[in-house]
């Protein structure tokens, strides 16, 4: 797997090479438990976390802030899945970025429920039917039971994120 955006060298942009661009997508890995039918870039159980460590991340992170980035998405695979995710998700928020993690929320540790709570973060999912045939014949894998149960427990833990069915977002905490 190849890095998904190109790394900048400077990190210190005068204010003309600052961008508009406010949101940016990190796709962290190919893995993922799942193996939806419509996955974008292939992900499944045998992919893997590419080449880039948890530092060449935390530079991404880094220059992204100083271009202007306000925004950040940690996406994949199952960005949960890479082995620096708590790392990275705290050192985007060290450095004032709001994040979005799209999860699938088959398997969610207690480390990322912590994180989920975070002031600045919020969660995506995908949530295909209330029929699990319906769910699980898109993500290939038994994961409607689990995926429900845990959009319903974010929800519970949170006053403020109310997801909606099928497809689902819970709103930031501001």
Known sequence: MRGVITVITSVEPTSAEKTTTRLLWLDL?????????HCYNASG???????????????????????????????????TMH????????????I???????????HVSN??????????VSLATSYYSDRAEEHEGMTRRRS???????????????????PGFPGTECTPRN
């Open 29 to 37: 890995t190919r893995k993922c438990q799942l193996n939806c039918t």
């Open 45 to 79: 159980p045998d992919g893997t976390h590419g080449t880039m460590t948890g530092e060449d991340w935390i530079s991404v992170l880094d220059q992204a802030t100083a271009y202007g980035v306000r925004n950040i998405q940690f996406i994949g695979g199952e960005p």
């Open 83 to 94: 082995p620096d995710f708590t790392d990275l998700v705290d050192h985007a928020l060290t």
């Open 144 to 162: 409607h039971d689990r995926t429900r149960t845990n959009i319903e427990r974010h929800d519970d833990n949170d006053d403020e994120c109310s």
């Open 111 to 120: 480390e990322c429920w912590e994180i989920f709570q975070r002031r600045g």
């Open 96 to 106: 004032g970025l709001h994040v979005e993690v799209f999860s699938n929320l088959v």
